[in-house]
Every structure is written in C-alpha cells, then in structure tokens.
Nanobody, 117 residues
Framework: QLQASGGGLVQAGGSLRLSCTAS????????MGWFRQAPGKEREFVAA????????KYPDSVKGRFTVSRDNARNTLHLQMNSLKPEDTAVYYC????????????WGQGTLVTVSS
C-alpha cells in the first residue's frame, strides 16, 4: 500500500515536500515514481528514482525545481518541490515501477497540491 501526504496550498515560488509511505518489506526492490494529474488534463510523469536511489529522472517541466529521493530503511519516498508555479497544481501520486512488466503497476492515493498565483 502506498500513501502519499504533504500536499497543500502554497503561493507561487514556494516549496512543498511530498512523502509517500509504503507498507510491506519489498519497497527497496522497486524503482518508484511520482506522477501528477491536473483537472481536465492527462496524467503526467514527474520524477523517477532507482531502487537504490542513486539514479533519478525528470521531465523538462520540473527539472531543476523538483528532487526525488527515497529512504529504504523507512520505506519512504519523497518529492521536494521548489519554485512552485501555478501550473504545478495537480493531484500527485506515488507509483511503483515493476521492472518485470516494465510498467508502473501500483498507484497510491494522491495528495493535492495547489499553487496560487
């Protein structure tokens, strides 16, 4: 089970840190990602991190502003979001990546981030 938290209302230029807690003992076996979905828009990839946390990936839209990290000892995934923009407003989801199927196969409950202008 994946449970995201840390969303809220923030002014443009501000920061938020999202967290995602995973239950079970297999968290470190999976690469993880963050996606977001704004109202009326398609789901968008935001960040990914390898199983060890040493490799990360971001789309251009958030590169340099967002940082993904993980703490395998605490089964926790984080997304540090800085210099937030109104267009970052969305529900953010943490997601498990299944290497065997090469797909994001398990989605947690999202957390809403609202950035005011």
């Amino acid at each position: 089970q994946l449970q995201a938290s840390g969303g809220g209302l923030v002014q443009a230029g501000g920061s938020l840190r999202l967290s995602c807690t995973a239950s079970g003992r297999t968290f470190s076996n999976y690469a993880m990602g963050w996606f977001r979905q704004a109202p009326g828009k398609e789901r968008e990839f935001v960040a990914a991190v390898s199983r060890s946390g040493t490799m990360t990936k971001y789309p251009d839209s958030v590169k340099g502003r967002f940082t993904v990290s993980r703490d395998n000892a605490r089964n926790t995934l984080h997304l540090q979001m800085n210099s937030l923009k109104p267009e970052d407003t969305a529900v953010y989801y943490c997601v498990r990546y299944n290497a065997a199927s090469m797909a994001y196969d398990y989605w947690g409950q999202g957390t809403l981030v609202t950035v005011s202008s």
